[in-house]
């Protein structure tokens, strides 16, 4: 028999943030919790303690982890309108316009 599989689920919070379980030991049913401030480094952490896991090693610290920075950098939405009178400004098109208030 070979044992149970690995079973590492990443959990995502409401916060952003992500939570990882992990066995306690390989076959084990009881469970150890760790938090990350991403679904990223929640990810790397998972990675980093399967193969430890695989190689036979204790699951590496997650303090590392969770101090690491995210890659991704938040979303800018552009306004569409203020886009296409900065597109039209810039071609010319405010030049007649710009005449008839400042003569």
Known sequence: MAGRPLVAPILD??????????????GSTRRITFNFPSREIAE???????????????????????????????????????????AWWKKGGAVGLVDSFFP
Do not use: H, Q
């Open 13 to 26: 919070n409401k916060d952003g943030s992500a939570t990882v379980r992990l066995p306690e030991a390989l």
């Open 44 to 86: 790397r952490y998972r990675a980093a303690a399967v193969a430890a896991r695989a190689a036979g090693r204790p699951l590496p610290d997650p303090e590392p982890y969770k101090l690491a920075r995210s890659d991704r950098r938040p979303e800018i939405l552009t306004d569409g309108f203020a886009d296409v009178a900065w």
